[in-house]
């Protein structure tokens, strides 16, 4: 009887343990991963549980103070890497990014490396998106962020600013088109789809036909990055999701009743030579004029980060002094004289505090102001206006 009940007891054990560990196997748990050789030591990797499902999420450094993340989202067809390597790792934005933590948000399953989604899951839609975006404020401790996203990331973060105003500083937003896909441009895309490989479909959408005619090498490279880096089948989903979208809803004050539009400071950008131009100027006319800067960049295509990344980074600067961080940044361009080393100090640390002039400050939420890249505005500080540079 005794050995009759030991083994029942490790027997009861066993299957104890065996349930345990199948319970363990069935939780899912926020991971971080080290980077691989060759990344940068203070980037660490994290998949965020969401309302919506895990979202990849990469930090840059670490919390400074009170300054707010600088937070991004990638366009379709693209991730992190694609869409903002060549920007981030720039000399003069790496001057600036070092006193800001910095956070680049992967759309599900657009990470380099993801695992295709199984048969008959559900892309989370645009506004679900966005909602995800919360679990990661919260998860890393953030107060608030300042987003850049370009074309569908711009248009995540547009809606994640309008359902969560408290948590969104200012917005930087590259190519972003605020109106939802019509019958014409969706029997386009459906027809496109028929004729096209899907990385070719998503080239037409990042660049102009101008550069596509002249088949030009970033062309070529991000044709093939974008088949053999990002699964084809979850971009597949997310293009289909991104063609589905809604209008932003958003119109200038004073034009309708209750209108609603972004509380906070925002740049706009696009190149002058952008398929997502006509959107971009939409985009400006249904702002509030006083808290958005309107910046269209000569010379650059669809992808204004990638091309023009020093006149972005200059413009980036500017964005960030008129909402109160004033940068004492290396300028290549300036000749003789000793000039400051980089630093960044938040003025007015009140969210309801302006800077209205290179040294006075008012009383209202924080107004983008901008230079001027002509040498004529150089040292001048204005309020919102379109620039051209």
């Known amino acids: 009887m005794k050995v009759l009940g030991h083994r029942l007891e490790l027997l009861t054990g066993l299957l104890l343990h065996d349930v345990t560990m199948a319970g363990l196997q069935e939780l899912r748990f926020p991971e971080e991963k080290p980077l691989l050789r060759g990344q940068d030591a203070t980037e660490l990797e994290h998949d965020i549980e969401t309302p919506y499902g895990l979202l990849h999420v990469v930090i840059r450094g670490s919390p400074k103070g009170n300054r707010p993340a600088i937070l991004t989202y990638h366009d379709v067809g693209l991730n992190h890497k694609l869409c903002f390597n060549t920007f981030f790792n720039f000399e003069d934005m790496q001057e600036i990014t070092k006193h800001f933590v910095v956070c680049h948000v992967d759309a599900p399953g657009q990470q380099v490396g993801a695992s295709q989604f199984p048969q008959g899951y559900q892309f989370p839609s645009m506004e679900q998106l966005a909602a995800m975006l919360p679990s990661v404020v919260q998860h890393f401790g953030f107060k608030y962020v300042i987003g850049i996203g370009v074309g569908a990331g711009a248009y995540v973060l547009a809606k994640f600013a309008l359902i969560f105003p408290d948590l969104v500083e200012g917005l930087v937003l590259v190519n972003i088109d605020p109106n939802g896909k019509g019958w014409i441009d969706w029997a386009a895309t459906k027809l496109s789809g028929l004729t096209s490989t899907?990385?070719?479909?998503?080239?037409?959408?990042?660049?102009?036909?101008?550069?596509?005619?002249?088949?030009?090498?970033?062309?070529?490279?991000?044709?093939?990055?974008?088949?053999?880096?990002?699964?084809?089948?979850?971009?597949?989903?997310?293009?289909?999701?991104?063609?589905?979208?809604?209008?932003?809803?958003?119109?200038?004050?004073?034009?309708?009743?209750?209108?609603?539009?972004?509380?906070?400071?925002?740049?706009?950008?696009?190149?002058?030579?952008?398929?997502?131009?006509?959107?971009?100027?939409?985009?400006?006319?249904?702002?509030?004029?006083?808290?958005?800067?309107?910046?269209?960049?000569?010379?650059?295509?669809?992808?204004?980060?990638?091309?023009?990344?020093?006149?972005?980074?200059?413009?980036?600067?500017?964005?960030?002094?008129?909402?109160?961080?004033?940068?004492?940044?290396k300028d290549r361009r300036l000749s003789g004289g000793a000039v400051p080393s980089a630093s960044m100090t938040r003025l007015a640390r009140s969210r309801t505090a302006s800077l209205t002039s290179a040294s006075s400050v008012d009383g209202s939420r924080p107004q983008a102001c901008t230079h001027s890249e002509s040498s004529e505005g150089l040292g001048q500080v204005n309020h919102t206006m379109e620039v051209s540079c």
């Open 198 to 329: 899907l990385p070719d479909t998503v080239l037409s959408h990042l660049f102009s036909q101008e550069e596509l005619v002249n088949n030009t090498e970033l062309v070529q490279s991000y044709r093939q990055q974008i088949g053999n880096v990002v699964n084809q089948a979850n971009l597949q989903l997310f293009w289909n999701m991104y063609n589905s979208r809604r209008d932003l809803d958003i119109n200038r004050p004073g034009t309708v009743p209750n209108a609603k539009t972004l509380r906070c400071p925002v740049m706009l950008v696009v190149g002058d030579n952008a398929p997502a131009e006509d959107g971009v100027v939409e985009c400006n006319s249904k702002l509030d004029p006083i808290t958005t800067t309107f910046l269209k960049m000569a010379d650059s295509g669809g992808l204004p980060q990638v091309t023009q990344p020093g006149k972005l980074t200059e413009a980036f600067k500017y964005f960030l002094q008129g909402m109160g961080y004033i940068a004492y940044l």
